[in-house]
């Protein structure tokens, strides 16, 4: 619900491009930094999981987010 305070070059997806490629993968992170003409130091992720921090982290950008009350071992705990 919140793509309305986005214009749509300004929503990046990690499916656009040649190749989807999702999170972990660092292309929609890269790709938004190069298209913003923004350098990584200058942004900040705010992310929802870990697939999307390690992303954001692989870029080179500065992320907060991700709380999880489980272990990634072992996800049933």
Do not use: H, M
């Amino acid at each position: 619900g919140q793509d309305c305070y986005f214009t749509d070059e300004r929503i990046f997806s990690a499916q656009e491009g040649e190749v989807p490629r999702s999170k972990p993968d660092p292309y929609v992170y890269l790709t938004a930094l190069q298209s913003l003409k923004i350098a990584a130091a200058n942004a900040l992720a705010i992310e929802d999981s870990l697939p999307g921090v390690r992303s954001a982290v692989a870029a080179g950008i500065e992320t907060w987010g991700y709380l999880s009350l489980t272990t990634e071992s072992n996800p049933q705990d």
